[in-house]
């Protein structure tokens, strides 16, 4: 191989690596100005343990080697809050891949019960052809767009109703899933500032539009 050829490839790899830290640096700067102008506190460091906090929440057990950084931790509200960029790998050796994105974790003033709610995708129309349907609704349009699934049926109708479903419809585009205490929300890339804000609104806004009734049965 030309010595040129060689010098020319070393080269960008080392530009792309200044690059990936000045990005990765660039990035820890934007998200500690927003946790600080939200009242929170900000942390670079990995948590390795942090998915074990978590162990409900599906988006935060796939794969392994997986740790939460750029830790925004604080209140949203009345409510404690947690926002985070999460890392996890597939794979391994060569055929190892790295995977990022972010989400945002506020606690709940009542206990919760599992809910999980994203937009429909392809694979869930095919899986629906086969048998395996999620929670449907007396809203066709509401049906059509959003995959839910909960071990009860019940809280599902409870929780999304009419007002509910106009809320979801109308919001931006994120998973959310319900533990027990807590509720996710997240997508499958890395969020800007305004993505945070976003979900924990969203969130913010899901647990403001609980009904009473709901409310008065989780906390009796």
């Known amino acids: 191989m030309d010595s040129g050829f060689i010098v020319i490839i070393v080269i960008v790899v080392i530009a792309g690596i200044a690059y990936a830290f000045y990005a990765a640096a660039q990035r820890r700067k934007e998200l500690a100005a927003w946790a600080h102008a939200n009242g929170m506190s900000f942390s670079p460091a990995k948590d390795h343990g942090f998915d074990d906090c978590h162990s409900n929440f599906k988006c935060l057990r796939r794969g392994h080697?997986?740790?939460a950084y750029?830790?925004?931790?604080g209140q949203w509200g009345e409510s404690p809050i947690t926002a985070f960029d999460y890392h996890y790998a597939t794979g391994s050796g060569k055929n190892r891949s790295d995977h990022y994105f972010s989400a945002?974790?506020?606690t709940s003033g009542i206990p919760l019960k599992p809910l999980y709610i994203r937009r429909e995708g392809f694979f869930d129309k095919l899986t629906e052809f086969f048998g395996f349907d999620d929670i449907d609704f007396e809203s066709a349009e509401f049906s059509r767009k959003f995959f839910?699934?909960?071990p009860n049926k019940r809280?599902?109708?409870?929780?999304?109703?009419?007002?509910?479903m106009e809320y979801l419809m109308n919001g931006p585009d994120f998973g959310i899933q319900f533990d027990l205490?807590?509720?996710?929300?997240w997508r499958s890339r890395?969020?800007?500032p305004?993505?945070?804000?976003?979900?924990?609104?969203?969130?913010r806004g899901i647990l403001d539009r609980l009904p009473e009734y709901v409310v008065r049965q989780q906390t009796r």
């Not at 305004?194 to 969130?203: G, V, W």
């Open 155 to 164: 809280w599902a109708y409870d929780v999304i109703h009419q007002r509910m």
């Open 148 to 150: 839910v699934k909960s």
């Open 70 to 73: 750029n830790i925004m931790t």
């Open 181 to 185: 205490m807590h509720i996710i929300a």
């Open 194 to 203: 305004a993505d945070f804000q976003a979900a924990a609104e969203l969130i």
């Open 190 to 192: 890395k969020f800007k």
């Open 65 to 67: 080697s997986r740790y």
């Open 104 to 106: 945002v974790i506020i």
